[in-house]
């Protein structure tokens, strides 16, 4: 189409050219005789030259009509060329908005996701004594490698916590341990939930997550990495059985369970916070099934932001419920807490007591079981830290735990345990604090055959990220 056009222009300027010769041959002449001998030599002049210019001008028309011809073949060359490269950029553009997408899903996990980890590490001399036996013999390292100098990692969270929108979110915490004292590591899962958080007063958790009471006590003590609260600390392990040297009396509740677990707070002064959870009583290490199942649940008042008053109970089978199992009884325990603490002071008091926490199962007479038949335990906690200077601060903590149990004829046997620390924290930096301190721990059995001395002296650190 270009060609045509040009070609026709091109053949309009000809006929200009053409018609503008003509006009000089319409001249008028003077002479006759002149007239007649110039026009012959001038109309054999301007046939020539017009025969040429013709010529001429056919030619530029030829060599312009190939130029056009090559140019409307770049042309078109150059237009299925620009076919080609949008194709190519609308399949780069697809694909672009395709990985867009992707990234923005990958983004969006990424800022929604948090990955962070908490480590207790410690290290510390322990000289550890039993005396046991009628005779009064001292024992040193009673428990095999429990004396001497060692590293321990007595607990190491990695956290995994996702949002997936406003209510639902999910919980992944792992727990490690290494204890010299064992010479093995452990590896558990101690929460894995899903959460709908529904209004600040009303959120549930579907899975492993912390139980009401031991978490929540510990916040306000602040120095778990150096030791568990009283109701989490293991006092060397467990009692013994009839006939047999006590060896101590176990935790009295579980950091962490499976089940469905409802909780929810205020903020501020004159706030409240609960949590009521229904747990299958076994523990995060011990996701069993049983019969029926345990609640646990937690009620806090805070007159004001730095104090709390807060109540607890539990009560169920601690998972001894089984199928076709001895008859069982309710375990149960109650809990109290007042402290306060802000960022200078720290102060509380914690009481527990506990009944038939060992002895879930109903034992019968004439049966070859253990002649203890029930249970029965009290104890308190006071501890308090003061920070004298940035970074710098003096703790210190007593406990003492009463415990009782009786045995088919009516006996009564009672185990005493005597528990303090001590010492001075530095805030290294931000999320690593290190403790230079000292333990000790006596526990005093039915008579003065039984008794268990521990001092432990060192260094116990936590570290967050």
Do not use: C
């Amino acid at each position: 189409m270009r060609s045509t056009m040009l070609a026709v222009a091109i053949a309009a300027g000809l006929g200009v050219t053409s018609f503008a010769v003509q006009a000089q041959d319409a001249a008028p002449v003077h002479s006759k005789s002149h007239q007649k001998k110039a026009s012959t030599q001038k109309v054999s002049t301007q046939a020539t030259s017009r025969d040429a210019e013709l010529e001429e001008l056919k030619a530029q028309l030829s060599a312009l009509q190939s130029k056009v011809a090559e140019l409307e073949q770049r042309t078109d060359a150059q237009s299925d060329i620009n076919v080609s490269t949008g194709q190519a950029v609308e399949t780069v553009q697809k694909a672009q908005v395709v990985s867009d997408k992707k990234m923005g899903t990958i983004d969006k996990f990424v800022n929604n996701t948090k990955i962070g980890g908490t480590m207790f590490f410690d290290m510390t001399d322990v000289n550890h004594k039993e005396q046991v036996g009628t005779a009064g013999s001292i024992k040193k390292d009673g428990h095999g490698s429990t004396n001497g100098t060692g590293f321990d990692v007595k607990r190491f969270y990695l956290t995994i916590d996702h949002q997936f929108d406003d209510v639902w979110s999910a919980n992944l915490t792992t727990d490690f341990n290494y204890q010299s004292t064992l010479s093995q590591t452990s590896l558990f899962v101690k929460k894995a939930y899903v959460q709908g958080k529904f209004d600040p007063l009303f959120a549930v958790r579907f899975g492993a997550a912390d139980t009401p009471w031991i978490p929540y006590a510990e916040k306000w003590y602040g120095y778990r990495f150096l030791e568990n609260t009283i109701t989490d600390r293991s006092i060397d392990g467990g009692r013994g059985t009839a006939g047999t040297a006590p060896t101590g009396m176990g935790s009295f509740g579980n950091s962490s369970d499976w089940g469905i677990h409802a909780l929810g707070a205020t903020t501020g002064d004159n706030s409240i916070n609960y949590q009521l959870s229904v747990v299958t009583g076994g523990g995060y290490k011990n996701p069993t099934r049983s019969k029926g199942v345990d609640v646990e649940g937690r009620f806090g008042y805070q007159p004001i932001e730095e104090m709390v008053l807060a109540i607890g109970g539990y009560q169920g089978k601690r998972a001894k419920d089984v199928q076709l199992g001895a008859p069982t009884r309710d375990a149960t325990r109650g809990d109290a807490l007042v402290a306060y603490r802000d960022k200078t002071f720290g102060v509380g008091v914690e009481y527990f007591t506990a009944n038939n926490w060992d002895d879930v199962i109903k034992y019968t007479g004439g049966l070859p079981v253990p002649a203890v038949v029930k249970d029965k335990a009290d104890g308190y906690s006071v501890f308090g830290d003061w920070t004298f200077m940035p970074q710098w601060a003096l703790f210190a903590r007593y406990d003492r735990v009463d415990y009782k149990y009786w045995s088919f004829a009516g006996a009564q046997s009672k185990l005493k345990d005597t528990y303090y620390n001590a010492g001075v924290s530095y805030d290294i930096l931000k999320n690593l604090r290190l403790a230079l301190a000292w333990k000790y721990d006596k526990l005093e059995g039915p008579n003065k055959a039984f008794q268990y001395k521990t001092n432990e002296v060192g260094f116990w650190g936590v570290l967050s990220y």
